[in-house]
């Protein structure tokens, strides 16, 4: 007999914990960034998202959303380092973790936010599937992404159960192009 529990059914049997989603306008022009093969050019990406006003919109939702260990999702190394920088300068301890230089240690920096001894986790491409931090109880979506694949895993990065943890809050900036309908697409099909 094939059975399939998805998310929301996770949720309702206690497997995972229920979370608070908040989609933050996102002060991004989208529309002239090249989209190419299913995404956006990185470069011009990365340009183009890497701003003071989104950072200040992502400070303003990180104090009302209180949470003790993050994974922010980023687009580029370039994004994670200039996100890790502007967060470092608001006095929180946290890292980037992605392929290249100025890279974090994966497992020290998995084990510090796993202990608490790190806010923040700024990755690209590492985490989005096979890690399980179960504290972990606030993920933000810095990254724009048109697959509900890739959103879903991000999302599950925070949804495990642990000691004290009662839900998960997720900030996701929310733009002016349709990669994010495939967000909400895919926040709506978690169950019925």
């Given amino acids: 007999v094939a059975y399939r529990a ?7 049997r206690g497997a995972l914990v229920p979370f608070r989603y908040f989609g933050l306008i996102d002060p991004t022009d989208y529309a002239p960034i090249p989209w190419r093969n299913g995404r956006f050019d990185p470069e011009q990406l990365a340009a183009a998202i890497q701003t003071q006003a989104r950072m200040a919109k992502l400070w303003s939702a990180w104090q009302q959303h209180p949470a003790s260990r993050t994974i922010v999702f980023c687009s580029t190394m370039t994004h ?37 001894t790190l806010d923040a986790i700024c990755a690209v491409d590492l985490l989005n599937e096979g890690v399980d931090i179960k504290p972990v109880d606030r993920v933000v979506m810095l990254r724009p992404t048109a697959s509900p694949v890739l959103f879903l895993q991000q999302l599950g990065r925070g949804l495990r159960t642990a000691l004290g943890k009662t839900d998960l809050v997720v900030l996701d900036f929310v733009g002016n192009h349709h990669t994010f309908l495939t967000r909400m697409r895919s926040l709506l099909s978690l169950s019925s």
């Fill in 80 to 116: 994670a380092n200039f996100t890790r920088d502007w967060l470092e300068a608001k006095g929180l301890r946290v890292v980037s973790l992605h392929t290249g230089e100025g890279s974090a240690d994966r497992a020290d920096s998995l084990e510090r936010l796993e202990q608490g």
């Fill in 6 to 12: 998805d998310l929301g059914e996770g949720i309702r």
